[in-house]
């Protein structure tokens, strides 16, 4: 297969291309290398251009002519949504319809797309599945459920384009062999701020909310490692090729931790007492997201590997030190 993989110079885009890679598929990525790194690029030739470029974009269609694209490009910061909400409905939503426009122009038919949990919002039930309604609390959830509709609605216009959207919960650990891992510029995720904490980049780590309907008051999340979702998208790649139909599914383990037991299990895993304050809520965080994963479980026979919250932090905290 020939894949084109926008973001792939990304954290979960890199994985993403390090599973493909292993499997023997030929990758294009296309990064403009905003958050991304070239040294993650582990297979394949990496096209540094934007996205909303349409020539250069246009002629890696036309050259390249790849059977998939799996499109990781975007912007995913809750709180900047919050503050830069046209930076994100641009990026994540207008960018991605031309980017589908160019696609079927040049007969590529076949999407894999990084959706979010975020498109739920403040959810009435948990795990969550797929089924439930659609009620963002923030725009980078409202931009990736714009994207989602559109590509509802193209696939029900167009019969030669499939595509597979999967809404990521929270995507932590890095690659067990420590060659990539999370290297944002900014560090805001709960995981790898705790371990930056911890090694000693900031002074104390913050508690955004204490106060929420959740059994110790902190917001409950659902940490997926990071291979194992790269594996998600190796099969729903496979099944769209394989002629499956749309779908749109959950990616998680189905059980979460609160802030506080995330904190807890990174003191453990370092071994340092790092400070951690309890602070405000932080805008645009819902109390809980915990994913119904049963449909890629049944439909894809996605198999978790790595559902143990240690590992995840292990693997983190290994790629930290190593970048330090
Ligand atoms: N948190 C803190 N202190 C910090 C950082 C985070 O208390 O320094 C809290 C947040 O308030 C939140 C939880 O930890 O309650 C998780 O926050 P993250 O920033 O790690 O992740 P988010 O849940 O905001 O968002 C992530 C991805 C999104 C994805 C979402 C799905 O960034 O792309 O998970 O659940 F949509």
Same mark, same amino acid.
């Given at each position: 297969?020939?894949?084109?993989?926008?973001?792939?110079?990304?954290?979960?885009?890199?994985?993403?291309?390090?599973?493909?890679?292993?499997?023997?598929?030929?990758?294009?990525?296309?990064?403009?290398?905003?958050?991304?790194?070239?040294?993650?690029?582990?297979?394949?030739?990496?096209?540094?251009?934007?996205?909303?470029?349409?020539?250069?974009?246009?002629?890696?269609?036309?050259?390249?002519?790849?059977?998939?694209?799996?499109?990781?490009?975007?912007?995913?910061?809750? *709180?900047?949504?919050?503050? @830069? &909400?046209?930076?994100?409905?641009?990026?994540? %939503?207008?960018?991605?319809?031309?980017? /589908?426009? !160019?696609?079927?122009?040049?007969?590529?038919?076949?999407?894999?797309?990084?959706?979010?949990?975020?498109?739920?919002?403040?959810?009435?039930?948990?795990?969550?599945?797929?089924?439930? *309604?659609?009620?963002?609390? @923030? &725009?980078?959830?409202?931009?990736?459920?714009? %994207?989602?509709?559109?590509?509802?609605? /193209?696939? !029900?216009?167009?019969?030669?384009?499939?595509?597979?959207?999967?809404?990521?919960?929270n995507?932590a650990g890095?690659?067990?062999?420590?060659?990539?891992?999370q290297?944002?510029?900014?560090s805001?995720h709960l995981i790898t701020r705790s371990l930056?904490?911890?090694?000693?980049?900031?002074?104390?780590?913050?508690?955004?909310?204490?106060?929420?309907?959740?059994?110790?008051?902190?917001?409950?999340?659902?940490y997926?490692?990071?291979?194992?979702?790269?594996?998600?998208?190796?099969?729903?790649?496979?099944?769209?090729?394989?002629?499956?139909?749309?779908?749109?599914?959950?990616?998680?383990?189905?059980?979460?931790?609160?802030?506080?037991?995330v904190v807890?299990m990174a003191?453990?895993?370092?071994?340092?007492?790092?400070?951690?304050?309890?602070?405000?809520?932080?805008?645009?965080?819902?109390?809980?997201?915990?994913?119904?994963?049963?449909?890629?479980?049944?439909?894809?026979?996605?198999?978790?590997?790595?559902?143990?919250l240690?590992?995840i932090i292990?693997?983190a905290w290994?790629?930290e030190?190593?970048?330090?």
């Amino acid at each position: 297969m020939r894949v084109l993989v926008t973001g792939g110079a990304g954290y979960i885009g890199s994985h993403v291309v390090k599973a493909l890679g292993e499997r023997g598929h030929e990758i294009a990525v296309y990064d403009n290398l905003s958050s991304g790194n070239r040294w993650a690029v582990l297979y394949g030739d990496l096209i540094h251009a934007e996205l909303e470029d349409s020539n250069v974009l246009k002629s890696v269609l036309v050259n390249f002519k790849p059977d998939a694209v799996m499109h990781f490009a975007a912007h995913i910061i809750v *709180p900047e949504s919050v503050r @830069n &909400p046209l930076k994100y409905y641009l990026n994540n %939503t207008v960018n991605t319809i031309n980017l /589908l426009r !160019l696609m079927r122009e040049c007969n590529v038919g076949l999407f894999v797309f990084s959706s979010t949990a975020a498109v739920y919002g403040i959810v009435e039930t948990a795990p969550v599945p797929e089924g439930a *309604p659609l009620h963002p609390i @923030n &725009p980078y959830g409202t931009s990736k459920m714009m %994207t989602e509709s559109v590509l509802a609605d /193209l696939a !029900l216009a167009d019969q030669d384009f499939r595509y597979t959207s999967l809404r990521y919960f929270n995507v932590a650990g890095a690659d067990g062999s420590g060659r990539i891992g999370q290297a944002y510029r900014e560090s805001t995720h709960l995981i790898t701020r705790s371990l930056k904490t911890a090694k000693g980049e900031f002074p104390k780590l913050e508690i955004f909310g204490t106060d929420y309907p959740t059994p110790d008051g902190t917001c409950i999340r659902d940490y997926i490692h990071v291979d194992d979702l790269a594996d998600a998208h190796i099969l729903a790649l496979d099944y769209l090729t394989g002629g499956g139909g749309s779908q749109v599914m959950n990616c998680g383990y189905g059980h979460g931790y609160s802030v506080r037991q995330v904190v807890e299990m990174a003191k453990k895993v370092t071994g340092v007492d790092f400070r951690a304050e309890d602070a405000p809520r932080r805008e645009g965080d819902p109390p809980e997201l915990v994913a119904d994963s049963r449909k890629l479980k049944n439909m894809l026979g996605w198999k978790p590997g790595f559902d143990d919250l240690e590992y995840i932090i292990k693997t983190a905290w290994q790629w930290e030190r190593k970048r330090s």
